[in-house]
Protein backbone atom coordinates (compact mmCIF):
# COMPACT_ATOMS: atom_id res chain seq x y z
CA UNK A 1 0.00 0.00 0.00
CA UNK A 2 1.84 3.31 -1.03
CA UNK A 3 2.84 5.83 1.93
CA UNK A 4 -0.11 8.05 3.07
CA UNK A 5 2.32 10.76 4.67
CA UNK A 6 4.36 10.87 1.15
CA UNK A 7 0.69 11.32 -0.79
CA UNK A 8 -0.52 13.78 1.17
CA UNK A 9 2.89 15.75 0.74
CA UNK A 10 2.88 15.13 -2.70
CA UNK A 11 -1.25 16.15 -2.90
CA UNK A 12 -0.48 19.53 -0.96
CA UNK A 13 2.59 20.43 -3.32
CA UNK A 14 -0.10 19.95 -6.71
CA UNK A 15 -3.48 21.73 -5.48
CA UNK A 16 -0.75 25.24 -4.59
CA UNK A 17 0.47 25.28 -8.32
CA UNK A 18 -3.37 24.06 -9.17
CA UNK A 19 -7.01 25.87 -9.16
CA UNK A 20 -8.57 23.10 -9.21
CA UNK A 21 -8.43 20.08 -6.18
CA UNK A 22 -7.61 16.96 -6.84
CA UNK A 23 -10.94 14.46 -6.37
CA UNK A 24 -10.86 12.90 -3.36
CA UNK A 25 -11.73 9.43 -5.35
CA UNK A 26 -8.44 9.48 -6.55
CA UNK A 27 -6.77 9.35 -3.58
CA UNK A 28 -8.14 6.16 -2.29
CA UNK A 29 -8.27 4.33 -5.80
CA UNK A 30 -6.06 1.96 -5.10
CA UNK A 31 -8.54 0.64 -2.20
CA UNK A 32 -11.67 1.30 -3.85
CA UNK A 33 -12.05 -2.49 -4.58
CA UNK A 34 -10.75 -4.02 -1.55
CA UNK A 35 -13.27 -5.79 0.78
CA UNK A 36 -15.51 -2.94 3.13
CA UNK A 37 -14.44 -3.07 6.60
CA UNK A 38 -17.00 -1.89 9.23
CA UNK A 39 -15.31 -0.39 12.46
CA UNK A 40 -18.54 -2.05 14.74
CA UNK A 41 -18.02 -3.33 18.18
CA UNK A 42 -16.69 -6.48 18.75
CA UNK A 43 -19.13 -8.66 20.17
CA UNK A 44 -22.61 -6.64 18.69
CA UNK A 45 -25.13 -8.26 16.57
CA UNK A 46 -25.87 -4.87 14.47
CA UNK A 47 -29.29 -5.50 13.20
CA UNK A 48 -30.34 -1.80 12.50
CA UNK A 49 -28.22 -0.30 9.80
CA UNK A 50 -31.65 1.93 9.04
CA UNK A 51 -30.91 4.29 11.69
CA UNK A 52 -27.80 5.51 11.40
CA UNK A 53 -25.77 2.90 9.25
CA UNK A 54 -22.24 2.28 9.68
CA UNK A 55 -19.00 3.83 7.74
CA UNK A 56 -16.43 1.46 5.95
CA UNK A 57 -12.46 2.30 6.69
CA UNK A 58 -11.72 3.31 3.19
CA UNK A 59 -14.56 5.99 3.29
CA UNK A 60 -13.26 6.99 6.54
CA UNK A 61 -9.80 7.28 5.08
CA UNK A 62 -11.24 9.83 2.16
CA UNK A 63 -12.95 11.96 4.84
CA UNK A 64 -9.86 12.20 7.05
CA UNK A 65 -7.71 13.61 3.76
CA UNK A 66 -10.66 16.07 3.11
CA UNK A 67 -10.46 17.28 6.87
CA UNK A 68 -6.59 17.68 6.28
CA UNK A 69 -7.00 19.52 3.05
CA UNK A 70 -9.59 21.63 4.62
CA UNK A 71 -7.47 22.78 8.08
CA UNK A 72 -3.88 22.92 5.93
CA UNK A 73 -5.94 25.86 4.09
CA UNK A 74 -9.07 27.08 5.15
CA UNK A 75 -9.33 29.75 3.39
CA UNK A 76 -8.64 28.08 -0.31
CA UNK A 77 -11.16 25.53 0.94
CA UNK A 78 -14.45 27.28 1.65
CA UNK A 79 -13.48 29.78 -1.40
CA UNK A 80 -13.13 27.66 -3.93
CA UNK A 81 -12.22 24.27 -3.99
CA UNK A 82 -15.93 23.16 -1.68
CA UNK A 83 -17.94 24.47 -4.70
CA UNK A 84 -15.69 22.02 -6.90
CA UNK A 85 -15.82 18.60 -4.30
CA UNK A 86 -19.73 19.54 -4.29
CA UNK A 87 -19.95 19.40 -7.96
CA UNK A 88 -18.24 16.16 -7.94
CA UNK A 89 -20.52 15.01 -5.60
CA UNK A 90 -23.73 16.22 -7.28
CA UNK A 91 -22.31 14.30 -10.49
CA UNK A 92 -21.82 10.66 -8.66
CA UNK A 93 -24.79 11.07 -7.01
CA UNK A 94 -26.92 12.24 -9.97
CA UNK A 95 -25.68 8.87 -11.78
CA UNK A 96 -26.85 6.85 -8.78
CA UNK A 97 -30.34 8.52 -8.68
CA UNK A 98 -30.83 9.25 -12.38
CA UNK A 99 -31.24 13.28 -12.08
CA UNK A 100 -29.96 16.20 -13.60
CA UNK A 101 -26.51 17.22 -11.35
CA UNK A 102 -27.79 20.24 -11.11
CA UNK A 103 -31.04 19.69 -9.52
CA UNK A 104 -29.40 18.06 -6.75
CA UNK A 105 -28.51 20.06 -3.68
CA UNK A 106 -26.34 19.08 -0.34
CA UNK A 107 -27.64 19.14 3.10
CA UNK A 108 -26.62 17.45 6.57
CA UNK A 109 -29.32 14.97 6.42
CA UNK A 110 -32.62 13.52 5.58
CA UNK A 111 -34.63 15.74 8.83
CA UNK A 112 -32.99 18.73 7.77
CA UNK A 113 -33.75 18.06 3.76
CA UNK A 114 -37.40 17.75 5.53
CA UNK A 115 -37.39 20.82 7.20
CA UNK A 116 -36.01 22.82 4.20
CA UNK A 117 -38.78 21.51 1.86
CA UNK A 118 -41.64 22.03 4.35
CA UNK A 119 -40.51 25.52 5.24
CA UNK A 120 -40.21 26.57 1.27
CA UNK A 121 -44.08 26.16 1.13
CA UNK A 122 -46.13 28.73 0.26
CA UNK A 123 -49.20 27.68 2.86
CA UNK A 124 -52.77 29.87 3.41
CA UNK A 125 -55.24 29.19 6.38
CA UNK A 126 -57.22 25.96 5.37
CA UNK A 127 -54.52 24.38 2.27
CA UNK A 128 -54.15 20.53 3.27
CA UNK A 129 -50.96 18.84 3.24
CA UNK A 130 -51.66 14.84 3.03
CA UNK A 131 -49.69 12.16 4.64
CA UNK A 132 -50.16 8.67 5.86
CA UNK A 133 -50.03 7.53 9.17
CA UNK A 134 -46.31 5.95 8.87
CA UNK A 135 -44.52 8.99 8.52
CA UNK A 136 -41.46 9.96 10.65
CA UNK A 137 -42.16 12.14 14.00
CA UNK A 138 -39.62 14.38 12.91
CA UNK A 139 -41.53 15.23 9.98
CA UNK A 140 -45.18 15.30 11.94
CA UNK A 141 -43.28 17.58 14.91
CA UNK A 142 -41.96 19.98 11.77
CA UNK A 143 -45.27 19.58 10.26
CA UNK A 144 -46.95 20.91 13.61
CA UNK A 145 -44.85 23.71 13.70
CA UNK A 146 -45.75 24.79 10.04
CA UNK A 147 -49.41 24.41 10.79
CA UNK A 148 -49.59 26.29 13.40
CA UNK A 149 -48.07 29.06 12.01
CA UNK A 150 -49.93 29.03 8.90
CA UNK A 151 -52.95 27.69 9.59
CA UNK A 152 -52.42 24.49 6.99
CA UNK A 153 -53.54 21.49 7.99
CA UNK A 154 -52.85 17.84 7.82
CA UNK A 155 -54.93 15.36 6.67
CA UNK A 156 -53.68 11.58 7.41
CA UNK A 157 -54.08 8.41 5.05
CA UNK A 158 -54.28 5.37 6.94
CA UNK A 159 -52.64 2.47 5.74
CA UNK A 160 -52.30 -1.36 7.21
CA UNK A 161 -50.16 -2.95 8.79
CA UNK A 162 -48.72 -5.67 8.33
CA UNK A 163 -51.14 -6.86 6.29
CA UNK A 164 -50.96 -4.45 3.58
CA UNK A 165 -50.67 -3.96 -0.59
CA UNK A 166 -49.86 -1.34 -3.10
CA UNK A 167 -53.90 -0.85 -3.57
CA UNK A 168 -54.25 -0.61 -0.23
CA UNK A 169 -52.17 2.39 -0.16
CA UNK A 170 -52.43 4.00 -3.21
CA UNK A 171 -56.58 3.82 -2.83
CA UNK A 172 -55.62 5.43 0.73
CA UNK A 173 -53.74 8.20 -0.21
CA UNK A 174 -55.61 9.14 -3.71
CA UNK A 175 -59.01 8.55 -1.61
CA UNK A 176 -57.87 11.88 0.91
CA UNK A 177 -56.86 14.12 -1.98
CA UNK A 178 -59.16 16.78 -2.13
CA UNK A 179 -59.39 20.71 -4.03
CA UNK A 180 -57.95 22.27 -0.85
CA UNK A 181 -54.61 19.44 -1.03
CA UNK A 182 -51.57 21.77 -1.22
CA UNK A 183 -49.17 18.83 -1.41
CA UNK A 184 -48.72 15.05 -0.88
CA UNK A 185 -46.02 13.94 1.13
CA UNK A 186 -45.51 10.47 0.83
CA UNK A 187 -41.76 8.59 3.12
CA UNK A 188 -40.44 6.20 -0.32
CA UNK A 189 -39.59 3.35 2.57
CA UNK A 190 -41.56 3.72 5.77
CA UNK A 191 -39.30 4.59 8.78
CA UNK A 192 -40.79 2.16 11.61
CA UNK A 193 -42.90 0.08 9.42
CA UNK A 194 -40.57 -0.28 6.88
CA UNK A 195 -42.80 -0.97 4.26
CA UNK A 196 -41.49 0.14 0.37
CA UNK A 197 -44.61 2.85 -0.37
CA UNK A 198 -45.82 2.68 -4.62
CA UNK A 199 -45.20 6.23 -4.93
CA UNK A 200 -44.95 6.46 -8.43
CA UNK A 201 -48.72 6.05 -8.81
CA UNK A 202 -49.28 8.32 -6.15
CA UNK A 203 -47.01 11.02 -7.73
CA UNK A 204 -48.49 10.42 -11.05
CA UNK A 205 -52.43 10.66 -9.24
CA UNK A 206 -51.05 13.72 -7.66
CA UNK A 207 -50.08 15.60 -10.72
CA UNK A 208 -52.90 14.94 -13.11
CA UNK A 209 -55.12 16.60 -10.10
CA UNK A 210 -52.39 19.41 -9.93
CA UNK A 211 -50.74 18.81 -7.00
CA UNK A 212 -47.14 19.01 -5.59
CA UNK A 213 -45.27 15.63 -4.37
CA UNK A 214 -42.90 15.42 -2.06
CA UNK A 215 -41.14 12.09 -1.32
CA UNK A 216 -38.81 11.44 1.91
CA UNK A 217 -36.58 8.93 0.67
CA UNK A 218 -34.24 9.07 3.98
CA UNK A 219 -34.04 4.97 3.79
CA UNK A 220 -34.02 4.92 0.20
CA UNK A 221 -30.67 5.07 -1.44
CA UNK A 222 -28.77 2.28 -1.37
CA UNK A 223 -31.68 0.31 -0.48
CA UNK A 224 -33.68 0.12 -3.10
CA UNK A 225 -33.41 0.68 -6.66
CA UNK A 226 -33.67 4.65 -7.25
CA UNK A 227 -35.26 6.58 -10.20
CA UNK A 228 -36.12 10.08 -9.27
CA UNK A 229 -36.44 11.19 -13.35
CA UNK A 230 -38.67 8.25 -13.67
CA UNK A 231 -40.72 9.09 -10.65
CA UNK A 232 -40.78 12.98 -11.16
CA UNK A 233 -42.30 14.54 -8.17
CA UNK A 234 -41.84 18.24 -7.12
CA UNK A 235 -39.11 17.37 -4.68
CA UNK A 236 -36.78 14.49 -2.98
CA UNK A 237 -35.10 14.59 0.20
CA UNK A 238 -32.87 11.63 1.23
CA UNK A 239 -30.39 10.74 4.02
CA UNK A 240 -27.07 8.94 2.35
CA UNK A 241 -25.81 7.88 5.78
CA UNK A 242 -27.83 4.84 6.36
CA UNK A 243 -27.89 2.59 3.19
CA UNK A 244 -24.86 4.08 0.79
CA UNK A 245 -22.65 4.24 4.16
CA UNK A 246 -21.44 7.24 3.68
CA UNK A 247 -20.14 9.66 7.08
CA UNK A 248 -22.85 10.25 9.44
CA UNK A 249 -24.73 14.02 8.14
CA UNK A 250 -25.28 13.96 4.64
CA UNK A 251 -28.07 14.15 2.33
CA UNK A 252 -29.69 15.88 -0.42
CA UNK A 253 -32.47 17.25 -1.98
CA UNK A 254 -33.83 17.54 -5.57
CA UNK A 255 -35.92 19.86 -6.51
CA UNK A 256 -38.04 20.09 -10.10
CA UNK A 257 -35.98 22.62 -11.99
CA UNK A 258 -39.16 24.88 -12.53
CA UNK A 259 -39.42 24.99 -8.66
CA UNK A 260 -35.70 26.15 -8.10
CA UNK A 261 -35.82 29.82 -7.97
CA UNK A 262 -36.56 31.38 -4.67
CA UNK A 263 -35.82 28.20 -3.00
CA UNK A 264 -33.76 28.38 0.25
CA UNK A 265 -31.53 26.78 2.57
CA UNK A 266 -32.79 27.11 6.56
CA UNK A 267 -30.17 29.47 6.97
CA UNK A 268 -28.59 31.81 4.77
CA UNK A 269 -25.08 32.26 4.34
CA UNK A 270 -23.22 36.07 3.82
CA UNK A 271 -22.65 35.17 -0.06
CA UNK A 272 -26.49 34.33 -0.52
CA UNK A 273 -26.98 38.38 -2.01
CA UNK A 274 -24.02 37.38 -4.52
CA UNK A 275 -25.66 36.94 -7.73
CA UNK A 276 -23.52 34.82 -10.19
CA UNK A 277 -24.00 34.61 -13.63
CA UNK A 278 -22.33 31.43 -14.14
CA UNK A 279 -24.28 29.11 -11.37
CA UNK A 280 -27.99 28.79 -10.12
CA UNK A 281 -28.53 30.63 -6.92
CA UNK A 282 -29.93 26.95 -6.13
CA UNK A 283 -26.69 25.33 -5.96
CA UNK A 284 -24.57 28.62 -4.59
CA UNK A 285 -27.03 28.87 -1.44
CA UNK A 286 -26.50 25.28 -0.48
CA UNK A 287 -23.30 24.82 -1.64
CA UNK A 288 -21.87 27.11 1.58
CA UNK A 289 -23.89 27.78 4.55
CA UNK A 290 -21.08 29.24 6.99
CA UNK A 291 -18.69 27.51 8.75
CA UNK A 292 -19.04 24.09 9.02
CA UNK A 293 -17.32 20.25 8.03
CA UNK A 294 -18.51 19.39 4.72
CA UNK A 295 -16.71 16.63 4.10
CA UNK A 296 -18.83 13.99 4.68
CA UNK A 297 -21.02 14.59 1.63
CA UNK A 298 -17.91 15.13 -0.54
CA UNK A 299 -16.34 11.57 0.01
CA UNK A 300 -20.36 10.12 -1.42
CA UNK A 301 -18.10 9.19 -4.61
CA UNK A 302 -15.99 7.54 -2.16
CA UNK A 303 -18.94 5.53 -0.35
CA UNK A 304 -20.55 5.18 -4.28
CA UNK A 305 -17.47 3.61 -5.73
CA UNK A 306 -16.76 1.43 -2.10
CA UNK A 307 -20.18 -0.48 -1.80
CA UNK A 308 -20.63 -0.99 -5.56
CA UNK A 309 -17.26 -2.33 -5.62
CA UNK A 310 -18.00 -5.34 -3.49
CA UNK A 311 -19.87 -8.14 -5.19
CA UNK A 312 -19.20 -8.55 -9.00
CA UNK A 313 -22.64 -7.49 -9.74
CA UNK A 314 -22.41 -4.04 -8.10
CA UNK A 315 -25.14 -2.21 -6.64
CA UNK A 316 -27.82 -4.25 -7.96
CA UNK A 317 -25.87 -7.57 -6.70
CA UNK A 318 -25.42 -5.67 -3.47
CA UNK A 319 -29.32 -4.60 -2.93
CA UNK A 320 -30.68 -8.21 -4.33
CA UNK A 321 -27.89 -9.75 -1.73
CA UNK A 322 -29.54 -8.00 1.17
CA UNK A 323 -33.02 -8.28 -0.10
CA UNK A 324 -32.66 -11.95 0.25
CA UNK A 325 -30.75 -12.10 3.40
CA UNK A 326 -33.41 -10.40 5.14
CA UNK A 327 -36.40 -11.84 3.92
CA UNK A 328 -35.08 -15.28 5.03
CA UNK A 329 -34.09 -13.49 8.48
CA UNK A 330 -37.42 -11.87 8.69
CA UNK A 331 -38.99 -15.59 8.01
CA UNK A 332 -36.94 -17.29 10.62
CA UNK A 333 -38.05 -14.93 12.77
CA UNK A 334 -41.47 -15.15 12.50
CA UNK A 335 -41.38 -19.13 12.37
CA UNK A 336 -39.40 -19.10 16.08
CA UNK A 337 -42.21 -16.79 17.47
CA UNK A 338 -45.51 -18.39 15.65
CA UNK A 339 -46.73 -15.77 13.65
CA UNK A 340 -47.06 -15.28 10.02
CA UNK A 341 -44.98 -12.74 7.57
CA UNK A 342 -47.71 -11.07 6.21
CA UNK A 343 -46.20 -8.15 4.96
CA UNK A 344 -45.40 -9.05 0.75
CA UNK A 345 -41.94 -9.17 -0.93
CA UNK A 346 -42.76 -6.43 -2.87
CA UNK A 347 -42.70 -4.08 -0.42
CA UNK A 348 -39.90 -5.47 1.31
CA UNK A 349 -36.18 -3.39 0.53
CA UNK A 350 -33.36 -4.47 2.70
CA UNK A 351 -35.16 -4.16 5.89
CA UNK A 352 -38.28 -5.37 7.67
CA UNK A 353 -40.77 -4.46 10.24
CA UNK A 354 -42.18 -7.71 12.43
CA UNK A 355 -45.70 -6.90 14.88
CA UNK A 356 -44.36 -8.75 18.16
CA UNK A 357 -46.91 -9.51 20.61
CA UNK A 358 -47.01 -7.24 23.66
CA UNK A 359 -46.96 -3.59 24.19
CA UNK A 360 -43.61 -1.54 24.23
CA UNK A 361 -42.76 -1.46 28.03
CA UNK A 362 -40.26 2.06 28.94
CA UNK A 363 -36.42 1.03 28.96
CA UNK A 364 -33.94 2.94 30.58
CA UNK A 365 -31.18 2.58 27.66
CA UNK A 366 -32.87 2.27 24.11
CA UNK A 367 -36.50 3.56 25.13
CA UNK A 368 -38.11 0.07 25.29
CA UNK A 369 -37.63 -2.67 27.22
CA UNK A 370 -37.25 -5.25 25.17
CA UNK A 371 -34.84 -3.80 22.84
CA UNK A 372 -32.62 -3.19 26.32
CA UNK A 373 -32.95 -6.90 27.26
CA UNK A 374 -31.68 -8.08 23.73
CA UNK A 375 -28.58 -5.51 23.62
CA UNK A 376 -27.80 -5.66 27.03
CA UNK A 377 -28.27 -9.39 27.60
CA UNK A 378 -27.55 -10.88 24.59
CA UNK A 379 -25.82 -8.25 22.07
CA UNK A 380 -28.14 -7.52 20.07
CA UNK A 381 -29.10 -4.33 18.61
CA UNK A 382 -32.25 -4.48 16.94
CA UNK A 383 -35.01 -1.68 17.29
CA UNK A 384 -38.46 -2.10 19.15
CA UNK A 385 -41.30 0.34 18.99
CA UNK A 386 -44.31 1.20 18.22
CA UNK A 387 -46.15 2.44 15.61
CA UNK A 388 -49.11 4.83 16.79
CA UNK A 389 -52.67 4.16 15.49
CA UNK A 390 -50.93 1.39 13.54
CA UNK A 391 -49.61 -1.45 15.53
CA UNK A 392 -48.89 -1.93 19.32
CA UNK A 393 -45.37 -3.14 18.70
CA UNK A 394 -43.14 -3.98 16.11
CA UNK A 395 -39.67 -5.26 15.62
CA UNK A 396 -37.65 -3.80 12.42
CA UNK A 397 -34.60 -5.66 11.12
CA UNK A 398 -31.94 -4.44 8.26
CA UNK A 399 -29.47 -6.52 6.52
CA UNK A 400 -26.15 -4.99 5.25
CA UNK A 401 -23.31 -6.16 3.66
CA UNK A 402 -21.69 -7.09 7.20
CA UNK A 403 -24.86 -9.31 8.10
CA UNK A 404 -24.99 -12.79 7.71
CA UNK A 405 -28.07 -15.39 8.33
CA UNK A 406 -26.33 -16.53 11.42
CA UNK A 407 -27.29 -12.55 12.53
CA UNK A 408 -31.08 -13.50 12.23
CA UNK A 409 -30.42 -17.42 13.42
CA UNK A 410 -29.07 -15.54 16.99
CA UNK A 411 -32.38 -13.50 17.13
CA UNK A 412 -34.56 -15.97 16.58
CA UNK A 413 -33.05 -18.17 18.94
CA UNK A 414 -33.21 -15.77 21.39
CA UNK A 415 -36.58 -13.61 21.09
CA UNK A 416 -38.01 -17.43 21.28
CA UNK A 417 -36.65 -17.14 25.14
CA UNK A 418 -37.50 -13.56 25.90
CA UNK A 419 -41.02 -14.01 24.31
Request: aromatic content about 6%.
Given at each position: M?N???I???????????S????????V?H????????PM????????N????LT?EV????Q?E????L????V??F????????????Q??????????????LVS?G?????TVL?N??L???D?I????????A?MN?LGKI?????A?V?V????????S???????V???MSD??K?V????????????M???????A????G????L?????????????G?????????SC??W????????????S???????????L?C??????D??K????D?D???T????G???I??????M???L?GG?N????R??????KG?Q?I??????K????????????S?????????????G??????L????????P????????A?V????A?????IG?F????E?LR?E?
Amino acid sequence: MPNETMISSETSATRMSSSRPDPILGYVAHRISEPARFPMQDGLTQLNNGSYGLTPEVVGVAQRELQRRLEADPVRFFKSDLEIYADDTRQALAKFVRVNAEDLVLVSNGTFAVATVLNNLELSAGDEILITDHEYMATMNELGKICRKTGAKVVVAKVPFPEVSPEMVIDSVVGAMSDRTKLVLISHIASASAIVMPVKEIVEAAKARGIDTFLDGAHTPGQIDLDIGSLDPTWYAASCHKWLATPKGTGFIYTSPNRQRGFKPMVLSCREHEARDDRKAYLCDFDYVGTNDYTGNLVIPVSIAHMGAQLPGGWNELRKRNHDLVVKGAQLICDAIGIKQRVPESMIGTMVSIPLPGVCEPGELMGEALWDRLYLNHGIQVPIWDLPGVHARVMRVSAQLYNGIGDFEKLAEVLRAEL
